[in-house]
Every structure is written in structure tokens, then in C-alpha cells.
């Protein structure tokens, strides 16, 4: 079955202690991104891979970092989470930049 | 100016009925329209996409586009409670390598 998976779904952190919220896609696509949906603001990209060791920074990239040494994996990193982080973070996965997305179950994530 | 703009709503339709949603962007050189469905919590999952000017339909759903007046368009026919939900609007912007989404409309579909 084709499948953007995130894990983990759901998290809780304190203030500045690092974690990753990892990304995996059975799809061979090419085209990988992360989102944040925060309510009134809409999903807002925060980065982008066209392809393996290619990315590139989104509209909100202040405070997150990726890497994408393999095509499957995409994972989002937060070396320094703080409150304004807390929101709703989404994975896509298309085969091509201008093809449909397909997203990822989310992982809701809350920094106190 | 947004670049992607939605009436947030929500937009109350009795069941049966046609609900329409609207969508206004602002890069000319847009090529690339999508819509997109979100339930309260879940991920957002595409209910259309459309390339040229005019209309596509797909089952109960129309999308309809006019470049010229920078607007696409959902058409919802014999709308059931189960269509209750958030519609995103997506445009391929940037050059063609960044997907910009609106804010959403929410649906309600009333018995």
C-alpha cells in the first residue's frame, strides 16, 4: 500500500530539548515537504526536497532544519523547540514538484 | 495581497443542494490548481486538480478554472453530510516548485 508515514503522531516536549519527527515514503517519489497548519494561518511550508541531497527552504524555515541523504526519509528536525513551534506538522510526498501531494497522517505537536 | 484567498465561511448547505466554494490567487503565472479536502484532524486529501481553463468534473465534483479573472472554483452537486468538511485551494506558485495553500473553507452540510 502507498504510504507517506510520520511518526510519531502525537508529542509533547519541554523548551529546547531537540527532536526529530521522522518522514518515510514507499512511493519512490522524488518530491518531498513538511508543513505546519496552525488555525487562521492555513499549512505553510517550511521545507522542500526536489531530490537527494537537494532542499531548500519553504516560507517558515526559522527554527527547523531537514536532510535528505536517501529518497524514502525526510526527517524534520527541532534543535531548539520553543511554544511557537506547538502546532500541527504534516509530511508530503509527490512524484514530481508540480504533481499532487500526498500527505502523511500528521504529527501534533505541543512545546511547553 | 495573499497569494491564495478563501471566504473561511463556514458555508451552510442543506443536503442535496449545490454548494460552490471560491478561490482568488494572485500569481499570473500559475499553472497548476488543486483541491483539497481535510476532516477535523486528519490530513488533507486531493479531491481535484486542474491545468487549463474551463471545467473538470469528476463524480459530484466540478472544478472550474479562469485564468484571465485568477480564480478556480469547486462545484459540489447533491451535497451529503459526509461532504461536511475543510476545502483547501493549492497553487503550484514560485515558479512552479512551491505549492502556496489557502486558508480553507468549511462545509457544512446540513440534514
Known amino acids: 500500500e502507498a504510504q507517506v508515514t510520520q511518526n510519531p503522531r502525537y508529542l509533547i516536549t519541554v523548551t529546547g530539548k531537540k527532536l526529530t519527527v521522522t518522514c518515510s515514503q514507499n512511493m519512490n517519489h522524488e518530491y518531498m515537504s513538511w508543513y505546519r497548519q496552525d488555525p487562521g494561518l492555513g499549512l505553510r511550508q517550511i521545507y522542500y526536497s526536489m531530490n537527494v541531497e537537494v532542499t531548500d527552504k519553504g516560507d517558515v524555515p526559522e527554527g527547523y532544519k531537514v536532510s535528505r541523504k536517501e529518497k524514502r526519509n525526510f526527517p524534520l528536525i527541532l534543535e531548539s523547540p520553543s511554544p511557537n513551534q506547538t502546532s500541527l506538522y504534516f509530511c508530503?510526498?509527490?512524484?514530481?514538484?508540480?504533481?499532487?501531494?500526498?500527505f502523511g497522517n500528521g504529527t501534533r505537536l505541543t512545546v511547553t | 495581497q495573499k497569494e491564495v484567498e478563501q471566504n473561511s465561511g463556514p458555508l451552510s448547505v442543506p443536503e442535496g443542494a449545490i454548494a460552490s466554494l471560491n478561490c482568488t490567487y494572485s500569481?499570473?503565472?500559475?499553472?497548476?490548481f488543486f483541491w483539497y479536502r481535510q476532516y477535523s484532524g486528519k490530513s488533507p486529501e486531493l479531491i481535484m486538480s486542474i491545468y487549463s481553463n474551463g471545467d473538470k468534473e469528476d463524480g459530484r465534483f466540478t472544478a472550474q478554472l479562469n485564468k484571465a479573472s485568477q480564480y478556480v472554483s469547486l462545484l459540489i452537486r447533491d451535497s451529503q453530510p459526509s461532504d461536511s468538511a475543510t476545502y483547501l485551494c493549492a497553487i503550484l506558485t514560485g515558479g512552479g516548485n512551491k505549492l502556496t495553500f489557502g486558508t480553507g473553507t468549511q462545509l457544512k452540510v446540513e440534514l
Open positions: 500569481d499570473r503565472v500559475s499553472q497548476s
Open positions: 508530503a510526498t509527490s512524484g514530481s514538484y508540480n504533481s499532487p501531494l500526498h
